[in-house]
């Protein structure tokens, strides 16, 4: 059965703290991806990446960095929280060069204080 | 860029049929898929569509037009489960990731 796991389903964290998202996949996928959702405005791509060491930024990508040391492993970063980042943040991995079917994490809830 | 349009709520009723509508404007076009997303759940994929006319899927059902931009997904015989978030979603003109839509939030009541 296909997973993807994400290390932390509710954080509260402080202005300006140092926020680690992790994210692990079991699939030997490729491509790995971290979205953010919030009421009325869907999910939208802050980065991928389609190859360790490799990102790209994605529609929303200010104020987070990603690293992927590993191709089962894929972190989202927040160098200095701030409330704006309050959200729910998804974590997908897919296979192939060519993105296809998204396989979804659980989310994790983050609320910035 | 990309823009993707869908409407943000629908109520339909146990049993009956319901079409859930997507536009989309991309400056190029890899193909469209279908995700359902109960509440408190990540989503779940539905259907691809890259190609004209229609997928069958079960009691799912997705269209595309390349020409018109548009999308839709068509659910029968609807059921209390069904109550979800539908999004619409394009790959982006690399084929590289999915850009989502708002997502059309369906009530089904009995």
């Known amino acids: 059965d296909v997973k993807v796991t994400q290390s932390s389903r509710y954080l509260v964290k402080r202005t300006g703290e140092k926020v680690f998202l992790e994210c692990v996949q079991d699939?030997?996928?490729?491509?790995m991806f971290w979205y953010r959702q919030d009421p009325g405005l869907g999910l939208r791509l802050i980065y991928f990446?389609?190859?360790?060491?490799?990102?790209e930024k994605g529609d929303i990508p200010e104020g987070y960095s990603v690293s992927r040391e590993k191709k089962e492993r894929f972190s989202l970063i927040l160098e200095s929280a701030s409330t704006n980042q309050t959200s729910m943040y998804l974590c997908a991995s897919s296979l192939g060069q060519n993105t296809g079917e998204l396989f979804f994490g659980e989310g994790s809830r983050l609320t910035v204080l | 860029g990309q823009n993707i349009d869908q409407p943000t709520e629908m109520t339909a009723t146990e049993g009956a049929i319901v079409q859930i509508n997507c536009t989309y404007q991309?400056?190029?076009?890899?193909?469209l898929f279908w995700y359902q997303q109960h509440a408190g759940e990540a989503p779940t994929f539905l259907s691809y569509n890259v190609l004209d006319g229609l997928e069958e899927k079960g009691r799912f059902s997705s269209f595309l037009s390349r020409s018109k931009g548009y999308s839709y997904l068509l659910l029968k015989e609807l059921q209390m489960k069904d109550s979800a978030s539908y999004l619409c979603a394009v790959k982006n003109q690399a084929g590289t990731a999915l850009i989502f839509g708002k997502g059309t939030t369906l009530s089904v009541s009995s």
């Open positions: 990446s389609y190859d360790v060491k490799m990102k």
């Open positions: 699939m030997d996928h490729e491509n």
């Open positions: 991309t400056s190029g076009f890899n193909g």
